[in-house]
C-alpha cells in the first residue's frame, strides 16, 4: 500500500500513520500544523514516524499542496484533516470549519478523479446524527447535526459520495464516535478531565453529567480505518463506534479511581452543539471487528489501574509536565515532582502517578498513596537517580 493520510500530525492521523508504517505501508502524511492547538504537541505525535525510512512528511494545507504530484504513486487516501471540535464550530469560527472541512476536502477529491486509486476513507463524524434520531444511531438513519461542525462534516460526506457517484471516486465514510487514547486533543473531555485532576485544577461539567457518548478507543478507529480501505464499500458510510455508551458521570468516576484524587467539579450549562448521548449501530460489526468498551470492566488492583491508565489514557509523566499547577490543592506528589524537579524526570524515572514510581529498568522503586510525605518520595527519586 502506498497512502497518503491528511491530518498525519494530529492524534488520530498519527497513530493511523504509525499503525500503516508497521503494517509495512509507505506513507505520505500531510498537515499543516493549524492552531488549534499546541504544534509542539503535533510535532510528538510525529516523533515516530519521522524515523521511519518508508515515511515521507509533507507540511502545507491541502488547499495549497502539488496534489497531483503526490497522489501520482499513492494507492490509498485517508483523509482527517479537518477542524475537529463540536463546541468552537459557532460564529466568526465556522469560516475556519468550511474551509478545513469542506473546500479542503473539494480540492482533495478534485485530485482524486485525476488518477487511479483503490480507497479513498474520509474521517466522518457522529455529529452528524444530532439529537432527534433513533438510537442506536443507524448509518441510513436521517442525519440532523445540531452542531456547525457536523454540519461541516456531513457536507463533506456528501462531497465523498458525490464524487464516487459522478467521477467513480472510490470513497467511503466512516463515522468516528468519541475516540479517546494516548494522545487525544487536549480540547477533548478525557484529556481535559485528567488534566484537571492530575494538576489539582477544577474539572469543568458540561449539564448533568448524565450525557452519554460511545467512546471508542483510538486502536479499534485505526484497525477500522485501515479494515475499510480494503473491504469498505465505496460510496458507503460506516459507524465507528462499540456499540457501547457510558456517561461522563462514570468517567470522571473511573478517573477518580485511576488517579485517587477526588475531582473538584464547577457546573457548566451545556454548551450549543453539544449532543446529549452518541450510540454506534454495528460499525464494526460492518468491518468485522470487534471493539472495546470503555469502562466496561473498572480496573482492581493497582497493577491493572495502571495498565488501564497507559492504555486509555497514555499519562507518563511527560505528558502531564506540561499543566499549569496553581500550588494549592494538586495532588502532593503531583506538586511536588513540578516544584521541585520540573519535567527532568521524564527521561530519566517513568512516573505512573497513582501509586508507584518506576525505574528505568521498569522495577517498581516505590509505591505511595496521596498522603505520602513528600520527603519519602524525594527521598527514593534521588536514590533512583542516583543507581
Ligand atoms: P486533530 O485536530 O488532532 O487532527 C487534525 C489535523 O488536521 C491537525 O493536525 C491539523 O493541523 C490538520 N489540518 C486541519 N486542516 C488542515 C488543512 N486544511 N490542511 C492540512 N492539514 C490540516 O483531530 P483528530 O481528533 O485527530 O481528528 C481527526 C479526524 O477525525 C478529523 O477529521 C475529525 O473531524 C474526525 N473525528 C474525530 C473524532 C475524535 O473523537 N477525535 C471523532 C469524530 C471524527
Ligand atoms: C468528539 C470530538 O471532539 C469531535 O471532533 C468529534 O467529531 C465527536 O467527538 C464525534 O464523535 O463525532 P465530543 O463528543 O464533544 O466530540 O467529545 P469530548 O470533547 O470528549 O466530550 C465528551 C463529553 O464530555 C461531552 O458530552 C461534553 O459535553 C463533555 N465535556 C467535555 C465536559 O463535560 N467538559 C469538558 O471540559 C469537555
Redesign the pocket.
Known amino acids: 500500500m502506498r497512502a497518503l493520510v491528511?491530518?498525519a500530525?494530529?492524534?488520530?492521523?498519527s497513530h493511523l500513520v504509525e499503525q500503516l508504517l508497521a503494517d509495512g505501508a509507505h506513507v505520505v502524511g500531510?498537515?499543516?500544523?493549524?492552531d488549534?492547538y499546541a504544534r509542539a504537541l503535533?510535532d510528538a505525535n510525529l516523533a515516530a514516524p519521522r524515523r521511519h525510512d518508508r515515511f515521507t512528511f509533507v507540511e502545507?494545507?491541502?488547499?495549497d499542496a502539488d496534489l497531483d504530484h503526490l497522489l501520482r504513486d499513492t494507492t490509498h487516501v485517508f483523509h482527517?484533516?479537518?477542524?475537529?471540535g463540536v463546541r468552537k464550530s459557532w460564529g466568526v469560527d465556522f469560516a475556519v470549519y468550511t474551509?478545513?472541512n469542506i473546500e479542503?476536502t473539494q480540492v482533495l477529491l478534485e485530485a482524486c478523479t485525476r488518477t487511479e486509486l483503490s480507497k479513498v476513507v474520509y474521517?466522518?463524524?457522529?455529529?452528524v446524527y444530532g439529537d432527534d434520531g433513533d438510537m442506536p444511531m443507524r448509518e441510513d438513519q436521517r442525519p440532523q447535526p445540531v452542531s456547525p461542525y457536523g454540519v461541516s462534516?456531513l457536507a463533506a460526506e456528501h462531497l465523498c459520495y458525490l464524487y464516487w457517484v459522478a467521477h467513480r471516486v472510490p470513497t467511503v465514510s466512516l463515522r468516528?464516535?468519541?475516540?479517546y487514547g494516548p494522545r487525544q486533543?487536549p480540547d477533548?473531555a478525557f484529556n481535559r478531565f485528567l488534566h484537571a485532576m492530575l494538576g489539582g485544577g477544577t474539572v469543568t461539567l458540561y449539564g448533568t453529567g448524565e450525557q452519554t457518548r460511545d467512546f471508542t478507543f483510538v486502536g479499534d478507529a485505526v484497525s477500522a480505518t485501515i479494515a475499510a480501505a480494503d473491504r469498505g464499500a465505496p460510496g458507503n458510510v460506516y459507524n465507528i463506534g462499540g456499540g457501547a455508551r457510558v456517561s461522563v458521570n462514570r468517567v470522571l468516576e473511573l478517573m477518580a479511581v485511576c488517579t485517587g484524587t477526588r475531582p473538584r467539579i464547577e457546573r457548566h450549562p451545556v454548551p450549543k452543539g453539544d449532543m446529549h448521548d452518541t450510540y454506534a449501530d454495528k460499525g464494526f460489526t460492518v468491518l468485522g471487528f470487534p471493539c472495546d468498551q470503555f469502562g466496561g470492566q473498572e480496573p482492581g488492583d493497582d497493577a491493572e489501574i495502571n495498565a488501564f491508565c497507559e492504555r486509555n489514557f497514555g499519562v507518563t509523566f511527560p505528558l502531564f509536565s506540561k499543566v499549569e499547577v496553581n500550588g494549592e490543592g494538586a495532588h502532593p506528589l503531583y506538586q511536588w515532582l513540578r516544584s521541585e524537579k520540573g519535567g527532568l524526570l521524564g527521561s530519566k524515572i517513568k512516573w505512573n502517578f497513582t501509586k508507584y514510581l518506576l525505574g528505568k529498568d521498569g522495577k517498581v522503586i516505590g509505591r505511595y498513596s496521596p498522603t505520602t510525605k513528600p520527603e519519602k518520595i524525594a527521598a527514593d527519586i534521588e536514590k533512583a537517580l542516583a543507581a
Open positions: 491528511t491530518g500530525a494530529g492524534f488520530i492521523g500531510l498537515d499543516c500544523f493549524t488549534y503535533k502545507s494545507r491541502l488547499q482527517l484533516a479537518a477542524q475537529a474551509a478545513c479542503a474521517a466522518s463524524s457522529s455529529s462534516k468516528y464516535f468519541t475516540v486533543r477533548m
